[in-house]
């Protein structure tokens, strides 16, 4: 090979490598990697409980987040067969949220939620809780996000499995630890069930009135 044209091809390589390495060191690459996302919060919140409304609200007020959409899962699972009515579900959401300025409950379910998001080129954030992020179900394989945020629950909070998770279906995973108000949508339907005080289901004022009204998951109490 003549000398000139070697020499030539080899500071164009040399001037394309520069290039490659200061385009992956460039602000926009490496923001790439951890610039807020829309958060999309799904769940079959039945009924939502105040450990649903503290991550809410402090991944709505958090870097890590644009702004947050909460969403009950709409369909059936089998393996909750009877999930109560998807807008009354909904209805209990924007309830609670109606007056927080970075949370919104959409009109409609959370695959439509995400694809307007992707739409408009946003990152779209997924967040789950430990439980679902140790046996995900199929709807969270359906979810179109590009990274999640995995919440523990307080009985997942030491297993290593879920302190050590850096991917759930693929996708980077930022584990967040939370309070928490050690509660479950289940227990707290098997507390209105047994007919105890519904006072004591840490349930926001807003929900437990939703339930009253609608005699929801067996309450035996006067409607409002």
């Known amino acids: 090979m003549n000398l000139k044209i070697f ?19 460039s602000p926009s690459f490496v923001m ?20 649903h409304i503290e991550v809410a ?3 709505a007020s958090s870097t890590d987040c644009e702004h947050l959409y909460i969403v009950a899962k709409n369909g059936f699972l089998a ?7 998807w807008h009354y579900r909904m209805e209990m959401l924007k309830a609670v949220f109606k007056e927080h300025k970075n949370i919104s409950v959409p009109n409609v379910d959370i695959y439509a939620t995400i694809e307007s998001i992707r739409k408009s080129g946003k990152l779209v954030v997924g967040i789950t809780g430990s439980d679902r992020a140790l046996n995900p179900t199929h ?12 919440c523990t ?28 108000h ?7 339907r098997k507390h209105i069930r047994k007919n105890l005080p519904i006072e004591g289901a840490a349930l926001h004022p807003r929900v437990i009135s939703f339930i009253k009204q609608h005699n929801l998951y067996g309450f035996k109490g006067k409607k409002l």
């Open 79 to 85: 393996e909750k067969p009877n999930r109560t009515n």
């Open 182 to 188: 050690g509660n479950s949508s289940t227990a707290v």
């Open 57 to 59: 609200e402090k991944m």
């Open 7 to 25: 020499k030539l091809a080899a500071s164009k390589s040399i001037i394309f490598r520069m290039g490659l390495w200061i385009s992956l060191l």
């Open 139 to 150: 709807e969270y394989e359906k979810m179109q996000v590009d990274r999640w945020v995995v």
């Open 32 to 51: 790439s990697k951890t610039r807020p996302g829309v958060c999309v919060f799904g769940g079959s919140f039945d009924p939502p409980h105040l450990g």
């Open 153 to 180: 629950r307080i009985a997942d909070e030491a297993k290593p499995e879920v302190l050590n998770m850096t991917k759930f279906l693929g996708k980077p995973v930022l584990v967040r630890s939370f309070k928490e």
